[in-house]
Nanobody
Framework: VQLQAFGGGLVQAGDSLRLSCAASGFTLDYYTIGWFRQAPGKEREGVSCIHGGNGSPHYADSVKGRFTISSDNVKNTVYLQMNSLKPEDTAVYYC?????????????????????WGQGTQVTVSS
């Protein structure tokens, strides 16, 4: 199982970014893919997650209405479209894969003890 996250960058408040999480070694249909972020001095927090087998998306309250998660099972890639970015969205963003479905619990980092992780991608939003 390998995950590669990319698409981060330096943007201004109000701008948009799309993060990609390219998966290899497994198919999305049987896994939950989650986006998490970690800002300096803070704990990792769940941002959004979805099960690749037509699962419902889940979002942290802080990003609802601004971020959209989607999966392309042909490309085996999960995207996180981030609109109306705010300085508080600044963090390293990670994608993870967890076999099975856990519903909205996928937003809890504690449920990812047995998950797979890719390297992070830095998102910096200037005010």
């Amino acid at each position: 199982v390998q995950l590669q996250a990319f698409g981060g960058g330096l943007v201004q408040a109000g701008d948009s970014l799309r993060l990609s999480c390219a998966a290899s070694g497994f198919t999305l249909d049987y896994y939950t893919i989650g986006w998490f972020r970690q800002a300096p001095g803070k704990e990792r927090e769940g941002v959004s997650c979805i099960h690749g087998g037509n699962g419902s998306p889940h979002y942290a309250d802080s990003v609802k209405g601004r971020f959209t998660i989607s999966s392309d099972n042909v490309k085996n890639t999960v995207y996180l479209q981030m609109n109306s970015l705010k300085p508080e969205d600044t963090a390293v963003y990670y994608c993870g894969a967890l076999e099975g479905r856990i519903g909205v619990l996928c937003l809890s980092p504690r449920k990812w003890e047995h998950g797979y992780w890719g390297q992070g991608t830095q998102v910096t939003v200037s005010s």
